[in-house]
């Protein structure tokens, strides 16, 4: 039996994941904060047996540190780090506050970490071993030729050092992590003018997921698979 966890699972890429996972036959633990506004997804669960909706807001310490009890015993193959928010009222110099970058740091950078702390276990016990951070290009300074989106950028900048430090630190359980671009997808986030589809993308990072090796291990990806410089 194979398992997946994914945060941010009601709308967005995280859906589709729910929807791609379940395809393939698999357990999934969809995490969302408001199961009760959820509309789509709550009708996919009542449609789809393996698939238990899980309330979680990831900015919620407490929440996120019941998780192993919650999940004792419970194997997770792929752990989908995927809430995320674009800080969009936090993205340029003269509208920075430190409240509204620290909710941006809190979901995008902190909450992932937390979650890998709280779930290592389970994930090193599954048979796949595969933690998922679903970063973004612009998180690559390499590739900073436009500056802004200060909150965003530095979150998943972040968020993708720790992918790298938790490859290092759950090497030896064989646990391997992977940052991803998901590419810019037709989601609330990216727009309707966004140049892949959310069934596009999703493929495409199970597929990554997929192929990681503790070889490859820690490293940052675009959903086809090319190399984003740090
Ligand atoms: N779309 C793109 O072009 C693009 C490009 C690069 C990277 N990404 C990344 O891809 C991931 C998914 O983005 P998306 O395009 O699917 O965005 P989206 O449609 O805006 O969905 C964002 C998801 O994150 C959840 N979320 C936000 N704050 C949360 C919190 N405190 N607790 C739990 N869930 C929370 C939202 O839940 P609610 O419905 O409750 O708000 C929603 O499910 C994000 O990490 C994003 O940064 C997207």
């Known amino acids: ?17 729910v ?6 036959g698999w357990d999934v633990l969809a995490a969302c904060r408001s199961p009760e506004s959820a509309t789509e997804l709550t009708k996919y669960a009542s449609d789809n047996p393996k698939v238990e909706l899980i309330k ?6 407490a929440d996120i540190n019941a998780l192993p009890e919650t999940l004792k015993g419970q194997a997770i193959d792929h752990l989908i780090l995927n809430a995320g928010v674009l ?33 290592r276990d389970n994930v090193a016990a599954s048979e796949h071993k595969t933690i998922i ?3 973004s290009r612009v998180a690559s300074i390499g590739d900073n030729g436009s500056g802004n989106m200060y909150s965003y950028r530095t979150s998943k900048a972040a968020l993708n050092q720790i992918l790298v430090s ?65």
């Not at 039996?1 to 994941?17: H, P």
């Not at 800080?87 to 979901?107: F, R």
């Not at 759950?170 to 003018?193: C, R, Y």
């Open 1 to 17: 039996m194979t398992k997946v966890l994914i945060t941010g699972a009601n709308r967005g890429l995280g859906l589709e994941f």
């Open 56 to 61: 979680l807001d990831v900015t919620n310490e």
């Open 133 to 135: 951070g679903i970063s």
């Open 19 to 24: 929807r791609q996972y379940s395809a393939k």
């Open 166 to 230: 938790a490859a290092r630190n759950l090497a030896e359980q064989g646990v391997k992590t992977l940052a991803v671009h998901p590419g810019w997808v037709q989601t609330d986030m990216g727009g309707k003018d966004a140049t892949f589809t959310p069934q596009e993308s999703v493929a495409g990072i199970i597929n990554q997921a997929e192929q990681l090796t503790l070889e490859t291990s820690g490293s940052f990806k675009v959903f086809d698979g090319s190399d984003i410089e740090w």
């Open 87 to 119: 800080g969009d009222d936090c993205a340029t110099l003269g509208e920075m506050t430190q409240s509204k970058w620290l909710e941006v740091l809190n979901i995008n950078t902190v909450a992932p970490a937390l979650l890998i702390q709280a779930l």
